[in-house]
T-cell receptor
Framework: DTAVSQTPKYLVTQMGNDKSIKCEQNLGHDTMYWYKQDSKKFLKIMFSYNNKELIINETVPNRFSPKSPDKAHLNLHINSLELGDSAVYFC????????????FGPGTRLTVL | AQKVTQAQTEISVVEKEDVTLDCVYETRDTTYYLFWYKQPPSGELVFLIRRNSFDEQNEISGRYSWNFQKSTSSFNFTITASQVVDSAVYFCALIGGGYGKLTFGQGTILTVHP
């Protein structure tokens, strides 16, 4: 009964490739997020969607494109991967878009060689 | 703009010691919420607590307690009688102005030795 799940857990790929990370939540929440955690453990928000509508779009390269087919899913597609994209990517969800606690998935460790 | 500062990069204690993790925040919003998350060695992020800017009551949950002081813009976290399983990275975070944008501090690595 996983609440927020992500696939894959590990992703190793070559520079220049395109890859996707999938996220699903079964909490019935209407808002989902992507965060990036760098090698120094610093966490920063990338995107958020509320009811499939983009709410937050931080200064992220346009090689990153989120897609939300429905409220329970938020995928992250990354084009032309670069070495600096190596990080752990976390998906999260919450009920409402304002101040509620966010529940995080297990993370996807992306390594770009 | 929001900012969260966790001045302690790493803390090392021996089991059963009490330990306090400091968190100082900056925001211009009058309504904001503060959070603590735990990231154990397995890597997941675990929600611990949420507090709103209008409620300065301290909170206790088992061995965990939180001290919110608006006057000093601080939201400190104390673990009483620490255990090895408390070893993790702890993050303080803030949402101000709504929109669910969590701003995290740099994290504090807590190591509890047996």
């Amino acid at each position: 009964d996983t609440a927020v799940s992500q696939t894959p857990k590990y992703l190793v790929t070559q520079m220049g490739n395109d890859k996707s990370i999938k996220c699903e939540q079964n909490l019935g929440h209407d808002t989902m997020y992507w965060y990036k955690q760098d090698s120094k453990k610093f966490l920063k928000i990338m995107f958020s969607y509320n009811n499939k509508e983009l709410i937050i779009n931080e200064t992220v390269p346009n090689r990153f494109s989120p897609k939300s087919p429905d409220k329970a899913h938020l995928n992250l597609h990354i084009n032309s991967l670069e070495l600096g994209d190596s990080a752990v990517y976390f998906c999260a969800s919450s009920q409402g878009v304002a101040y509620n606690e966010q529940f995080f998935g297990p993370g996807t460790r992306l390594t770009v060689l | 703009a929001q900012k969260v500062t966790q001045a302690q990069t790493e803390i090392s204690v021996v089991e059963k010691e009490d330990v306090t993790l400091d968190c100082v925040y900056e925001t211009r919003d009058t309504t904001y919420y503060l959070f603590w998350y735990k990231q154990p060695p397995s890597g997941e992020l675990v929600f611990l607590i949420r507090r709103n800017s209008f409620d300065e009551q301290n909170e206790i949950s088992g061995r965990y307690s939180w001290n919110f002081q608006k006057s000093t813009s601080s939201f400190n976290f104390t673990i009483t009688a620490s255990q090895v399983v408390d070893s993790a990275v702890y993050f303080c975070a803030l949402i101000g102005g709504g929109y669910g944008k969590l701003t995290f501090g740099q994290g504090t690595i807590l190591t509890v030795h047996p």
